[in-house]
Each structure stands twice: as structure tokens, then as C-alpha cells.
């Protein structure tokens, strides 16, 4: 049984910074490209970051110089650490492997003073 889990969300001010993790069980982690994704109520769900199985990585323009995303294979998780974050950022977080049907449930963050 495939499971894909999101934690580290929460209310942080603007300027702060957050760290998500998604744990990935039941597939073979370190071949699969890991993406995350955010949605805002009443937008669409965007791509936020992506990284290959081979650790390249990509990331939306709105997000460039402020999120990192990693992974580690050996702990089956990938990573999205965000700095500086900004109010537009306020959104629900879900994690992907990419190029399956497979979704976390999502985690909330929400940036407000």
C-alpha cells in the first residue's frame, strides 16, 4: 500500500520560515521524480518545486531564492524548506510522485501576522 504523508505545516509570520516534510511508503522512493504543490482556496492547484530522482531541481518563479526542496532517499522523504515567506504563499501544501496517481493529504500553511 502506497502511502504519501505531509507534515510541518502551521501559522507563521510574514519573513518566517517553515520546513515541510512528506514521508513516501510502499513504492521505490529514489526512482521516482517528488513534486510540491500548493493551492489556494478558489485557485487551482500550481506546481511549487520539483526534484528528480537524480536531485535536479526546479521551482516556480514566485518561489525562486525563497524554497529549497531536497530529499533523502536513505529516509524515503523529500523536503521543502521556506524562507521568507509571504502572505500569497497561504495555501494547502500536497506532495506528488510525480507521473503517478499518488498525493499526500495535504498540510495547511498559513502566513498572517
Known amino acids: 500500500q502506497v502511502q504519501v504523508v505531509e507534515s510541518g505545516g502551521g501559522l507563521v509570520q510574514p519573513g518566517g520560515s517553515l520546513r515541510l516534510s512528506c514521508a513516501a511508503s510502499?513504492?521505490?522512493?529514489?526512482?521516482?521524480?517528488m513534486g510540491w504543490y500548493r493551492q489556494a482556496p478558489g485557485k487551482q492547484r500550481d506546481m511549487v518545486t520539483t526534484i528528480t530522482s537524480g536531485g535536479r531541481t526546479n521551482a516556480a518563479d514566485s518561489v525562486k531564492g525563497r524554497f529549497i526542496i531536497s530529499r533523502d532517499n536513505a529516509k524515503n522523504t523529500v523536503y521543502l524548506q521556506m524562507n521568507n515567506l509571504k502572505r500569497e504563499d497561504t495555501a494547502v501544501y500536497y506532495c506528488?510522485?510525480?507521473?503517478?496517481?499518488?498525493w499526500g493529504q495535504g498540510t495547511q500553511v498559513t502566513v498572517s501576522s
Open positions: 506528488h510522485a510525480i507521473r503517478t496517481g499518488y
Open positions: 510502499g513504492i521505490n522512493f529514489r526512482l521516482y521524480d
